[in-house]
């Protein structure tokens, strides 16, 4: 992971003005579980990784080599200089305080952070980091922490990691770890919290460190992106297989609008070479209003990166809202179906199908990349076909005959008309060939 001299570091990261007690906590977690780990792997690689505390206060105080034990330790000040040397000429001096505004304070310092774990990055020092706080301090380390890559270990225990969390995580895979008490001071609870964190981060970092486990492992093929939902499953399970058989790796996106902001997340970083987008339903959400929308930039990355693309309209005929009793009272008479206690479908109208139609094609028609999209006749998903709830071949066709007539087609872009069901075989091997002949 490192060259042979540099020492590896976990970052523990938190406001040491307000947090010591407990950031000395977790560090000694993740030192003594790091040495447990280390002896256990039999390598001679414990040495190679150490504990270093990050201090990200807002506030100026008066914190010394003596306040952070034995640890090593990155000053607020340094972690600061990060933010000067890319926004400014010359450095400016944080001996004054950060704006008084605390809004505008964390965001400082959450880019200052952010930019310093690059730098350790591409240093190769970085195995992995876990921060603590509140609501604010969740705020300011998980900014800085999804911008890390897929794969490196990251966490935060947080007061706020239950509820509503997508905006601290994004399309990343950080960890949240519920902090069950308030992070003010260590008790029997915090203790339990600290000690759990503290033996999964080093054990991730250990695995990955000592070769227990690989990441992102190098295909002689395109890495494919492709796009489900429950309701395009067969479909996608049969291009999944086909394509694993031709050995491409497939990457399967759960197209709850968080997916396809991963997947083109992944496209941007380079790790998708290719992307089958069969299930487009985020849009649906999006144009009518629904809980699993995409926004304004789908497709984006994907058509900037000029990555090969094939484009279906999988599960257009949903838009997905929570509970039956959260749906707008606009939609009541509409044709609704409970999933689940969670979740309710709405059938989308052959005027809400032209406007789906019509943010695809606008963005078909802005790209150079090579698209073909398919068709699917006889229905885009398992509730659109004869005798299912969702089956209603005038909004279906309209759907279809808006692509057709709004996407313009050159040799860079194909649109197939396909005699099939979006989860009949012939369709999925249609979806493969077409991907085939643009790769």
Avoid: W
Avoid at 102 to 130: H, P, T, Y
Avoid at 308 to 324: E, H, I, R
Wanted: glycine share 6%; hydrophobic share 40%.
């Amino acid at each position: 992971m490192a060259d042979d001299d540099k020492v590896s570091q976990i970052f523990c990261i938190a406001t040491a003005d307000t947090k010591l007690e407990e950031l000395l906590f977790l560090s000694n977690s993740v030192q003594a579980n790091l040495e447990i780990f280390s002896k256990n792997s039999q390598s001679d690689h414990s040495s190679k990784i150490q504990v270093t505390i990050v201090d990200v206060s807002a506030n100026m105080h008066k914190k010394d080599a003596m306040s952070f034990k034995n640890f090593s330790y990155v000053t607020r000040e340094e972690i600061l200089s990060c933010y000067c040397d890319v926004n400014y000429k010359q450095q400016e001096s944080f001996e004054k305080p950060l704006p008084n505004d605390r809004g505008q304070a964390i965001a400082v310092m959450s880019k200052a952070l952010e930019i310093f774990l690059k730098k350790a990055l591409d240093s190769q020092l970085l195995a992995g980091a876990i921060g603590l706080g509140g609501s604010g301090g969740t705020s300011l380390i998980s900014n800085a922490l999804r911008s890390l890559p897929v794969g490196i270990p990251k966490f935060i225990i947080s007061t706020v990691a239950s509820g509503h969390t997508s905006h601290y995580i994004g399309t990343s895979d950080l960890i949240l770890i519920p902090s069950v008490v308030d992070i003010c001071g260590i008790n029997s609870i915090s203790r339990a919290v600290f000690s759990n964190a503290g033996a999964a981060v080093a054990g991730m970092v250990v695995g990955r460190s000592f070769g227990l486990t690989d990441t992102f492992n190098a295909t002689k093929k395109p890495t494919v992106g492709i796009t489900m939902y429950g309701i395009t499953t067969p479909c996608v399970n049969a291009v999944k297989e086909r394509l694993e058989k031709l050995g491409f790796e497939t990457l399967i996106f759960h197209a709850t609008g968080v997916g396809g902001r991963a997947m083109e997340d992944l496209v941007r970083s380079g790790s998708i070479q290719a992307v089958m987008d069969i299930t487009t339903t985020e849009v649906a959400d999006y144009v009518v209003g629904g809980i699993m929308a995409c926004d304004s930039s789908r497709f984006d990355a994907v058509l900037e990166m000029q990555v090969p693309l094939v484009l279906s309209l999988g599960a257009l005929d949903a838009v997905t809202f929570g509970a039956k009793q959260t749906v707008p009272s606009k939609f009541h008479q509409r044709n609704l179906l409970v999933h689940n206690e969670q979740i309710t479908a709405m059938r989308t109208t052959a005027d809400e199908s032209k406007k789906c139609a019509a943010f695809i094609a606008e963005k078909l028609n802005k790209s150079l990349s090579k698209i073909c999209v398919c068709l699917p006749e006889k229905g885009t998903s398992a509730l659109d076909s004869p005798g299912k709830p969702f089956y209603d071949p005038v909004a279906t066709a309209t759907l279809i005959d808006e692509i057709q007539t709004l996407v313009v087609t050159n040799e860079n872009c194909q649109v197939k008309k396909c005699p099939y069901h979006i989860n009949d075989p012939e369709f999925a091997n249609m979806l493969v060939d077409s991907l085939l002949q643009i790769l």
